[in-house]
Structure formats: structure tokens, C-alpha cells
T-cell receptor, first 114, second 115 residues
Framework: SQELEQSPQSLIVQEGKNLTINCTSS?????LYWYKQKYGEGLIFLMM?????EEKSHEKITAKLDEKKQQSSLHITASQPSHAGIYLC??????????????FGTGTRLKVLA | DAGVTQSPTHLIKTRGQQVTLRCSPK?????VSWYQQALGQGPQFIFQ???????QRGNFPDRFSGHQFPNYSSELNVNALLLGDSALYLC??????????????FGPGTRLTVT
């Protein structure tokens, strides 16, 4: 099973609609990162969350990290075609052995219909 | 500011050869991370450099090595190339700013094809 699960895998919404993407870990995360990637373009860092219960916003995108630091949601308000792309969550964890690990989620492909 | 730059943009190598990829971080950024992204897959973390030392490492064999220079630029070296090393190699620079804000920028990547 994936260490960092994202849902849904893909999403098609009408322009102007709100949407939420989730990222879930079975283990506590040290830091949670959200990225966006468009085909032919590089990864774009959106935001980083580190504290349980933390919430950050950038333009129409809001990300939250739950209190247990195992789940994060990315919410887009009034979606636009420019929001289309693949959204990835990434996370760093410290394993029980003390080893550092950085992992990416499975990705969510978002399409916004004009 | 040119942001994060990588060179070359793409290259083709033969199995068994060695390759060096280069990355210049965004001005002011002292931390450089490398990622491998196979076609149609998500990125995989290779390692991170800070103050010229490898600070963190992902699950990649020793054939993957790196270096960070005093000007914070970085190189990724891959020895004994395998067909499976064909991928887009992304470099990202980051910095934790005063006030706790985290900033990270990715380069456009180097597409490596191993034949």
C-alpha cells in the first residue's frame, strides 16, 4: 500500500466550483508539502504545513493539516481553468529507527471545465 | 533572479556510462534537493544537500552521489547507468526564512535517457 494516499485520483469540476483533495498517512508526519505540476512544466511548491491544526492560504487555495499530523486537505475555492494540473502532496517523516524519509503522494489529476 | 536552473536540459547516455547533472539554486537559497521522476510517475526523493553536506537521503543506491559547492550549486552524479535510470531529474532549492516561512522552488529538470 502507498505510504501517502491521495484522494480522489482524478477530479473534473466545472469552473467556479469548490473542490477538496485529501492526503492521508498512516504515520505521523514531520512536515507536509503541497505541489502542483502541469504537463511539460516543473513542480511548483504551494505550501508547507508543520504544526497540527495548521492552516495556510495562498490566493484561492487553502491547505490544512489535522491535529494528529496524519491527514491534510487542499481546498480550492471558485476553481478556474488555471488550477488544472496534478496536485501532489509530499511529506517528511522520521522513522522509529531515526531514519529520515521523504515521500510523495499518489497524485490527484484535476481538470476544470470552462 | 533566474530562479533554479539546471543543465543540461536533456541528454542521452548508454548503459554503463556515468553522468553529471548540475543545478544552481535560487539566489539566497542554501539547501538543494534532488528528485527523480520517471515518466508517468510521481517524483522520488534522492537526497538533500546543506552546507556542502548530504543531509538527507532517499532510497537510492550508492551509484547516485552528489556534491554541493560553497556557492550552494550542486551536482548529481550517477555511475554505471541502467536503463531504469531514464527519468526527469528535478532539482529544488529551499530556505526556511525568518518567521518560519518555508520557500521552495523547482528547476525545469534534466531529462536523462539511457539506451
Amino acid at each position: 500500500s502507498q505510504e501517502l494516499e491521495q484522494s480522489p485520483q482524478s477530479l473534473i469540476v466545472q469552473e467556479g466550483k469548490n473542490l477538496t483533495i485529501n492526503c492521508t498517512s498512516s504515520k505521523t508526519l514531520y512536515g507536509l508539502y503541497w505541489y502542483k505540476q502541469k504537463y511539460g512544466e516543473g513542480l511548483i511548491f504551494l505550501m508547507m504545513l508543520q504544526k497540527g491544526g495548521e492552516e495556510k492560504s495562498h490566493e484561492k487555495i487553502t491547505a490544512k493539516l489535522d491535529e494528529k499530523k496524519q491527514q491534510s486537505s487542499l481546498h480550492i475555492t471558485a476553481s478556474q481553468p488555471s488550477h488544472a494540473g496534478i496536485y501532489l502532496c509530499g511529506a517528511d517523516r522520521i522513522e522509529t529507527s531515526g531514519t529520515y524519509k521523504y515521500i510523495f503522494g499518489t497524485g490527484t489529476r484535476l481538470k476544470v471545465l470552462a | 533572479d533566474a530562479g533554479v536552473t539546471q543543465s543540461p536540459t536533456h541528454l542521452i547516455k548508454t548503459r554503463g556510462q556515468q553522468v553529471t547533472l548540475r543545478c544552481s539554486p535560487k539566489s539566497g537559497h542554501d539547501t538543494v534537493s534532488w528528485y527523480q521522476q520517471a515518466l508517468g510517475q510521481g517524483p522520488q526523493f534522492i537526497f538533500q544537500y546543506y552546507e556542502e553536506e548530504e543531509r538527507q537521503r532517499g532510497n537510492f543506491p550508492d551509484r547516485f552521489s552528489g556534491h554541493q559547492f560553497p556557492n550552494y550549486s550542486s551536482e548529481l552524479n550517477v555511475n554505471a547507468l541502467l536503463l531504469g535510470d531514464s527519468a526527469l531529474y528535478l532539482c529544488a532549492s529551499s530556505e526556511l526564512l525568518a518567521g518560519g516561512t518555508y520557500e521552495q522552488y523547482f528547476g525545469p529538470g534534466t531529462r536523462l535517457t539511457v539506451t
